[in-house]
């Protein structure tokens, strides 16, 4: 401990820098599922629980995720993964299947794709063999044959499931629905979406298929738990390399947390949107001010980055502004 | 493909011999054998009483198999029946009964038909051709590769069960085999039982006294390889057969199926001759190649037989020679060149070839003709295989199933020790001298051809042993009439061939498909449509050919999914849908309702449609599956006849059409595309069938059936008032009055009046339901119970919603377990948070969640309604109360889009 921290109170603050930018660019720009999901203990917990009893138990079911954009969702599933994938029986058992309503706009391209990620036996390479109507019976056919026990569970995750239930007679979610609901291979369908109203988009008897279980991720976040995450977003991990400089790091982010003209442009952010997409847009433009000349985030930085956050572009170009 | 085209052919069917026993009273006499001649050829096939026979199936390609009991008809001779103990081919046990059986069916079984209902008197019009049966003990494997024309018995079926099957009740009597009836000319030397088909391919070739006891062995099967020490005149027989055919330009199916077999079984014409005259190396491939043989001989002997009349008999017999050769000598090439020589002065095609209008027709007619002289004892011997001028598919399908015949001659062949080379011109001799036949002359260049090709096969024997050991001999070289014949057979051809042989196909294959030129259905509905181009594929074991073989299924676990290890663990597991319940409480009226109707229907062997309505999660299906539980184990123990229950589900296929798909690959295994499946199936419907179980239909989701011509609903229900059609239909849709709704008068009127529609249940039958299913597990409070019901009830009435609910309950409870004031038993505060979870509307909280500059924009709106009385604002409205924002009832989010929406409900 001694000798790293010897070792590493000498690092120079250029390479500091560097480190900075690119931990929290990660976190900023998602490419890192956080430890712990922050605010959603509760749905993490009954998500993981579902899925748990799907891969363990073969117990097949099925949940919505519903939130509005940026709230989560997919973070959220994304750690719920993460911690299943953790235990051994489930990482030999579970097959993972991921649609997305954007991708895959019509069901014969999402059952191909469905073929394509479970490998079934008509698929050679990347190809998938047979006409739509084959397919369709050629997966559910698959999907009979298995039963709770001894088949290996799958996990549907349907992306923006709101344009699922625009495809043509909602034939995908029917079935998919339907094997959830019957004795077949255990599958659990797992749907991300932004639409409040999306159970009305479905016709009833898939309706009556699906189990009615919702996750909200509806974050009714306060204003000091806005400013505390955007305080922890910014701070260093325990781990930095550079201890002075990390301690150095977090309490200037501090400073600017408490100072009066930052939590009047947080406040301002906080009453247009609470979602996390915005916040750490925010925070990445300070970061970007951060150089080695400047190696900490000023008040001034703050209120720069969340001035060009509300600026008009048409505003802009009418003014000849860069 | 170029078909011969032949005109009709009208069969007689006559009785042979004086009625054996004579009903005064009903004048019904009994025969002991009929005859069957086809009009215009010489040749008659005889059925005696204790024969197997082909019966004419719903299509042509799935005859019935039985045995002949009793061949009576009335006194003038207008009607003759034939009453017949069946047979169950494969293909006619329903694949649910298939299991029974515990081990894959060979493609040539057959079952000793017990079950009850069925028709075992037929006319004598609908017999096709016997059949070979052999009968094999229980535990006595399939021979292998097998007789691809006999049949095998092994067990009986009653419908529902398979039992060992006595041999004596299959093997026919002996006594018509070993009766040759030699003082009656017009019948055939020999007609055993069995080979019956064969008679004319005994007849051909064989014998010229033939042996009884021989005779018979072949008939009942006892091929004794070891026994058979083929002389070089034998040899000679296969060398021909084989050289003619490969030579002569069949049809191009038969030189493709040919080639496949070949290429399958690398049992090559060659080699064949070469092992015909070592006796030590023959094997049971020798017979399958004879057999393969001379069943293309047969078959193009129908067109030969009209040919006849009209080419002059010389030039034929000398054309056909020269194919023979051509064909020996290219496989001799290599060693010898002393045939060549031989052959090359025939090579020209004789001048009156140049007459026949068809190459095709010469080169076949030559050959026929040329077997024919030389085989055949008498003229009258020649039975008539081909009574029917059928369609070609037809045509070849027989040729091929025809081969028993063949095949028994073959091993008969073999069997005979005592006919030396050199006695085989005497054999062909011997039988034309007592007979003078208007045709001796034409014999006589016949058999002149025939020594010569001798001469050169001899040549060939002596290169033989040197030849044997290369395996390149083995394969099939394929002559140059085939190479001649329409590129895209000879492609198709080829590339079966390789299939077959080589591992690597499959990609090949798939490579084949994907490039589009040819997709997998279109291969498959070339093979459908000659289905019986390769019958020896099944036997072989050959890799999955096309994406369609692969087997549908999900990977199973590396463990075993873990056992519920508490009761709410239990309860969950028993409160899931997929959870069949011991019996379907609450739904008692219906289920009777379903239950007989559906009961009357098959015991009476009609037909009927019946129209099931009712919300979502009312048991509908369920209902109608426990009813088919129910009958299915009715029929089991022999309440009922038995039937078949099909199910298809309009949301479980791409297109309406899809459903004659899946009805057809249900009934029968056929694959086929939408047209023709629905094709064959008006057939199946349509057609007078003796024995055909009932079938119940149940199509779910009907509603989306609906086609603009509405022509996949007006079949279903279409084809149930049928005659013969033995169909019931069960339909289940959600909407009471969806005949009248979306059907046309035509379609509504055939659906009849039977319906039936399930009420929601009640919140007492909801609670029924739930306890049944619990089944004693205790792990819900009375009052929990009553709670989730009654909600549900007052809701929708929709089981399934009200076991999710129970559920997640029970997942509540197990989470809040660690309180230590639960009882363990889910409670009331449980059931309510359930509750609450699933039905409260997340609106409120949204709003609630919703961001400050969301909630004064949507307060805005609200107050803009207000002031309008009327609850649509412009933004422009808006933005006047609240300067922000931008467009008029949508804001930057979808999310926010939902809020107001729903807060013009609020």
């Known amino acids: 401990m001694s000798k790293r921290k010897v070792g590493a109170a000498h690092m120079p603050v250029g390479e500091c820098i560097t480190q900075v930018q690119e931990i929290l660019r990660q976190r900023f720009c998602r490419q890192r599922v956080p430890d712990r999901p922050g605010g959603v203990e509760a749905q993490h917990k009954h998500l993981l629980g579902l899925l748990k009893r799907t891969a363990v138990h073969g117990e097949s079911n099925s949940v919505l995720i519903v939130g509005p954009r940026g709230a989560g969702k997919t973070m959220l599933l994304k750690c719920v993964l993460r911690d299943l994938m953790e235990e051994k029986e489930v990482q030999k058992n579970l097959l993972q299947v991921h649609l997305n309503g954007l991708l895959q706009t019509d069901d014969r391209i999402a059952l191909k794709e469905i073929t394509r990620q479970l490998s079934l036996e008509n698929v050679v390479g990347d190809k998938v063999f047979g006409s739509f109507s084959e397919n369709l019976v050629f997966l559910l056919e698959a999907l009979k044959k298995g039963d709770r026990s001894s088949s290996r569970p799958v996990l549907f995750v349907l992306d923006e499931f709101d344009l ?49 279980r919702q996750i909200h991720l509806l974050s009714s976040l306060t204003f000091p ?98 | 493909m170029k078909y011969f085209t032949r005109p009709k052919i009208r069969r007689v069917l006559q009785w042979r011999g004086e009625p054996i026993s004579l009903n005064r009273r009903t004048k019904i006499s009994e025969y002991e054998s009929l005859v069957i001649r086809v009009e215009g050829l010489p040749r008659t096939t005889v059925i005696n009483v204790g024969q197997h026979i082909l019966i004419e199936g719903e299509d042509e390609e799935n005859p019935y198999v039985a045995k002949v009991l009793r061949l009576f008809g009335d006194e003038s001779g207008t009607q003759k029946k034939v009453t017949v103990q069946w047979y169950s081919m494969v293909s006619e046990v329903p694949l649910s009964k298939l299991k029974l059986l515990g081990r894959e069916p060979h493609p040539q079984e057959i079952f000793y038909y017990q079950g009850p209902n069925c028709d075992d008197e037929v006319s004598a019009e609908s017999i096709l051709r016997p059949v070979k049966v052999k009968h094999l003990d229980g535990s006595a494997p399939f021979p292998d590769p097998g007789d691809p024309d006999s049949l095998y018995v092994k067990l009986s079926w009653d419908s529902k069960t398979f039992k060992v099957v006595d041999s004596a009740l299959v093997n026919p009597d002996p006594a018509p085999a070993s009766c040759p009836k030699p003082s009656l000319p017009p019948s055939p030397p020999c007609s055993p039982p069995a080979a019956a088909p064969a008679s004319r391919g005994l007849a051909r070739r064989a014998l010229p006294t033939p042996d009884p006891s021989v005779m018979r062995r072949a008939a009942l099967g006892e091929v004794r390889y070891s026994r058979a020490s083929a002389s070089a005149g034998k040899a000679c027989y296969a060398a021909e057969a084989e050289s003619l055919h490969s030579a002569t330009k069949l049809s191009a199916s038969k030189c493709l199926s040919a080639k496949r077999r070949n290429a399958m079984e690398r049992t090559p014409g060659v080699r064949k001759k070469l092992e015909l005259c070592s006796p030590e190396k023959k094997s049971m491939s020798h017979t399958d190649v004879l057999s393969q043989l001379l069943d293309e001989d047969l078959e193009s002997e129908g067109m030969l037989a009209q040919h006849l009349s009209s080419s002059p008999p010389r030039t034929l017999s000398l054309g056909h020679r020269l194919t023979p050769l051509k064909k020996s000598r290219r496989a001799s090439a290599a060693q010898d060149a002393s045939p060549l020589k031989e052959s090359t002065g025939m090579d020209s095609p004789p001048p009156s070839a140049a007459e026949d209008s068809s190459r095709e027709l010469l080169d076949k007619s030559p050959q026929q003709g040329g077997l024919v002289e030389a085989g055949l004892p008498t003229s009258s011997v020649k039975t008539p295989r081909r009574r029917n001028a059928t369609p070609r598919g037809k045509y070849a399908t027989r040729g091929q199933k025809a081969s028993t015949p063949s095949r028994q001659k073959g091993s008969k062949v073999l069997k005979e020790p005592a006919l030396g080379a050199l006695a085989e011109v005497d054999h062909e001799d011997s039988p034309m001298l007592p007979v003078t036949t208007p045709r001796s002359s034409k014999r006589k260049s016949a058999r002149l051809v025939l020594s010569r090709i001798k001469v050169q096969l001899s040549l060939l024997e002596n290169q033989q042993d040197r030849d044997s050991d290369s395996e390149e001999e083995d394969d099939f070289v394929p002559s140059k009439k085939e190479l001649q014949s329409s590129s895209e057979e000879e492609e198709e051809g080829e590339e079966e061939a390789g299939l077959d042989s080589d591992e690597d196909v499959v990609v090949k294959k798939r490579r084949h498909a994907s490039a589009g030129s040819r997709t997998p259905r279109s291969k498959q509905k070339t093979s459908t449509r000659t289905p019986r181009k390769t019958p020896n594929r099944k036997v072989t074991p050959s890799t999955p050919r096309t994406p369609h073989r692969a087997t549908p299924s999900i990977p199973s676990r590396s463990r075993p999914a873990r056992q519920p290890a508490n009761v709410l663990e239990e309860a969950r597991i028993r409160l899931h849908v997929s959870s069949v319940p011991e019996s379907l409480p609450c739904r008692e009226q219906e289920f009777q309702d379903i239950y007989s109707f559906v009961e009357s229907k098959i015991i009476d062997g009609t037909g009927g449609c019946m129209y099931i309505s009712g919300v979502p999660g009312t048991g509908k299906t369920a209902t109608v599956h426990e009813v088919m539980r129910c009958l299915q184990h009715a029929a089991d123990v022999d309440e009922i006849p038995p039937f078949h229950f099909i199910e298809i589900n309009g949301m479980k296929m791409t297109d309406p059409h899809q459903a004659y798909v899946q009805i057809l690959q249900k009934l029968t295994g056929q694959k086929a595309t939408a047209d023709h499946a629905a094709a064959l199936l008006e057939k199946r419907f349509s057609n007078p069938a003796p024995k055909r179980e009932s079938t119940v239909l149940l199509v779910d989701e009907l509603d989306l059936l609906w086609t603009r011509k509405q022509n996949v609903m007006y079949n279903l229900f279409d084809w149930p008032t049928r005659r013969h059609a033995r169909l019931v239909v069960l339909t289940i849709a959600n909407t009471m009055d969806l005949p009248e709704r979306i059907m046309i008068n035509r379609v509504a009127s055939r659906l009849g009046l039977t319906r039936m529609s399930f009420q929601p249940y009640s919140f007492k039958q909801l609670q029924q339901i739930i306890t049944s299913r ?21 809701l929708s009435g929709d089981a399934r919603r009200c076991l999710d609910i129970c559920r997640r309950a029970t997942e509540i409870c197990e989470h809040s377990a660690s309180d230590p004031s639960a009882t363990g038993l889910v409670g009331m505060g449980h059931v309510m948070d359930a509750l609450n979870e699933m039905f409260s509307s997340a609106y409120i909280t949204a709003i609630k969640c919703a961001s400050v500059q969301e909630q004064i924009f949507l307060r805005a709106v609200i107050a803009e309604f207000r002031r309008l009385g009327l609850e649509e604002a412009t933004f422009q409205q808006v933005k006047s109360r609240r300067t922000e924002r931008r467009r008029r009832r949508s804001c930057r989010r979808s999310f926010l889009h939902e809020s107001i929406d729903r807060l013009k409900f609020i």
């Open chain 1, 225 to 322: 738990q806005y400013l505390e995450r955007v305080q922890t977003q910014l701070s260093l991990p325990d781990d930095f390399p550079d201890e002075n400089f990390a301690q150095n790091w977090n309490s200037s982010i501090k400073a600017v947390c408490e100072d009066k003209s930052v939590r009047d442009v947080l406040q301002r952010h906080f009453n247009s949107s609470k979602d996390h997409r915005t916040m750490n847009m925010l925070l990445m433009l300070c970061l970007s001010r951060v150089s080695v000349s400047k190696p900490t985030i000023k008040p001034a930085d703050v209120l720069e980055a969340s001035r060009m956050c509300f600026s008009d572009a048409k505003a802009n170009m009418l003014h000849g502004e860069k």
């Open chain 1, 164 to 212: 699922f239930a625009h495809h043509k007679n909602q034939t995908l979610l029917y079935n998919l629905f339907d094997v959830s609901q019957s004795a077949q291979t255990p599958i659990a369908v797992v749907g991300l979406t932004c639409r409040l109203d999306v159970l009305e988009l479905l016709e009833k008897r898939v309706k009556s298929r699906f189990s009615h």
């Open chain 2, 774 to 794: 619990l089944n004693k597990v205790k792990a819900f409070e009375e009052d929990a119970l009553q709670l989730v019901s009654r909600k549900v009830a007052a």
